[in-house]
């Protein structure tokens, strides 16, 4: 089966079946082309507007199973920021193995990239081999190199001019200077790669739940010290606390944004190893990730967020009124070696 629409004036083929690309159809093929290639194929109108609100589900129910950060990529993907949640599926990879079981059983057939940037992600995941890429650390620019230029989602106006200049791959524009390449693809063009590499910051809406616990904080002038992010961080895990008291929750990981003066984004996060809402612990959970915090010229705004709640019970004071011992909780020392030196290397026995 394919599906048919349009694209600009002309009607092409927009999405087909593994069995359609066997037989030679694929993305892009104008729909006249690919009726006279397989005439008993079964065409089908693509339906854009519903695609989108499937989308959306998508997103939310991504919000509120795996992570708290997701966006629509239109028009057939999903960005998920796995960043200080993945722990809790068991780690990159088992996250990223229960995501695509996931897709399969709801009848998706899926491709997921794991990279540094929004930009790499997408690119991999539609123009890379295999359902499951991951991308090490400062690994970007050698994943890629190979891709062809349309990877980075160009204007086609400027895939147009790529193929006039001779350029075929994204490996084929690194060595170029900026000047000369914007002059010839245009400045868009230059965005696309300099996002792709991390080197200008993507802005992304995230699909928002009313439902995810988060608060956060606008600030009067900038702040770049570790003291003043420690206080901030303080005041807003004071006013998670009071709301997750409030719904009977506890947080199992938690994310903190910071909004530089320069429209980039810092995060940290961090996770525990039972469901608390106190205050002292979580702040010196983040308190050990302070120094991986670059203020640059200073953050101007702040929010924080649960990513992942369970039930909490409000703490049984009878029996320290009756005068009995409670048994320390071991769970506050696990989270600071966790913190100290990675979830992967703490075990249960």
Known sequence: MALVGKVGRREEVVAACTGAQALGIHRGMAAAHARALVSDLDFRPAEPEADAALLDRLALLVVRRWSPIAAV?????LW?????????HGGEERFCRRLLAFCRRAGFTARLAVADTAG?????ARFGH?????????GTVDAIAPLPIA??????AALVAARKFGFERIADLLPVARGPLARRLGLAAITRLDQALGGVAEP??????????MV??????????AEAIEQVMADLLADLAELLQARGLGARALRLTGLRVDGSEQVVGV?????TREVPHLLRLFKLRIERIDPGMGFEQFWLIAVHTEPLDAVDLGAALAGETLVRDPARLVDVIAGRIGPQAVFRI
């Open 271 to 275: 996770g525990t190893s039972r469901p």
């Open 120 to 124: 790499a992600a997408h690119a991999l």
């Open 151 to 156: 990877a980075l989602r160009l204007a086609p």
């Open 73 to 77: 990529t239109p028009a057939d993907g």
């Open 80 to 88: 998920i920021d796995l960043a200080g949640c993945d722990h809790l």
């Open 130 to 138: 295999g359902d499951l890429i991951r991308v090490e650390p400062r």
């Open 204 to 213: 992304i809406t995230p699909r928002e739940d009313p439902e995810v616990p």
């Open 216 to 225: 956060e904080r606008r600030l009067l002038e900038p702040i770049g010290t």
